[in-house]
């Protein structure tokens, strides 16, 4: 064995993995989006792991609430709110010198996902809202890039694997052509619900060990892939809840069956051709981010959101808007909500900070 595949000895002892699998991570791109908690759980295996060029994408910085579960990041980070790929940079860098870490600061969206995907391998999902992953789903059915979907919300936790039928030439496209495909996002999971009724880390919490089991799945799922073991990859939806001691896994992607998925049957890209999901657009001089989705419906509950805001400040709401103030970390925001899903966020005037609050206070 030669000296710089040394520290990699114990996992390539594994069946299907040996010194060619290894040379095959080393020479892998990953995908990180986001590098919350799920995120930086999967960054700081898959480095370990010798994956050996990552790229992570994140728009927030690092608070001292972040610490409970995101283990790339220590108080000194939260103390100066670093950008949370800067500071996962820095990290990873004194854990494995042989990888490297692109950082980049920014909101992931239909209009630079692309561009950040350019030469990766495989998307690993470690966002924090239905929208961004439709628009990942999107783009690794497009691409034919396998997409490792997880999620984790106060003691639960799914993830999936979708490895489309269309590939461009990677080193699982034998696999997959050979009927190992797999049903894409929204063949498990049709339609996003609306705005207001999805629960968040933020509303609801989330315990670490339910984020690690989810990351840990979805660094295991990327090693096969990278490694050409596509035929170990799961084929259900993993469904988990540490508080109720359940584990589940569920054949999933009616959608699939049946032919209609819009994506990866139809092929209809809604979230990254920017005609699905919502936009925003700032208020000059108001210090203000109106966000509203581009298929509005009158769908939100403004009173079981009014309920899960108030721990964090005065929320006053009736039938057509909901108004509440929040204390976020040493920023106040004030969210207006209204039934058909459209927001004003004041208190910035930076869009991505208006889709963060959006995404930890509302729920998509
Ligand atoms: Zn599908």
Known sequence: MS?????????????????????RLLGSTALLLGCGALGSVAADMLARAGVGHLVIVDRDVVELTNLQRQVLFDEDDAARAVPKAVAAKR???????QVRVTAIVDDLNHTNIERYAAGADILVDGLDNIETRYLANDLAVKMGLPYIYGAAIGSTGMAFSVLPHTTLGKPWETAAKGGLATPC????????PPPGTSPTCDTVGVISSAVAM????????TLKVLTGNVDRVSRTLLNLDLWENEILQFKGGDAYDSGDCPCCKLRHFEYLDGRAGSSATTLCG????????????????????AGRLRGYGPVTSNEFMLRA??????????????????????????ASVARAVYARYVGS
């Not at 040394?6 to 060619?20: C, D, N, S």
């Not at 990290?91 to 010198?97: G, K, M, P």
């Open 3 to 23: 000296p710089d595949l040394a520290r990699y000895h114990r996992q390539m002892l594994l069946p299907g993995f040996g010194e060619e699998g290894q040379r």
């Open 91 to 97: 990290r990873l860098a004194t854990v494995n010198s």
């Open 185 to 192: 996002l929204r063949c498990l999971f049709a339609e996003a």
């Open 214 to 221: 989810v990351a840990n799945f979805q660094v295991a799922e």
């Open 286 to 305: 108001r210090n203000a981010v109106q966000l509203r989705q581009r298929q509005e419906e009158q769908g939100v509950d403004l009173g079981a959101v």
């Open 325 to 350: 103030q929040i204390t976020d970390g040493d920023r106040n925001y004030e969210i207006t909500l209204f039934p058909n899903g459209r927001a004003i966020i004041k208190g910035t005037d930076v």
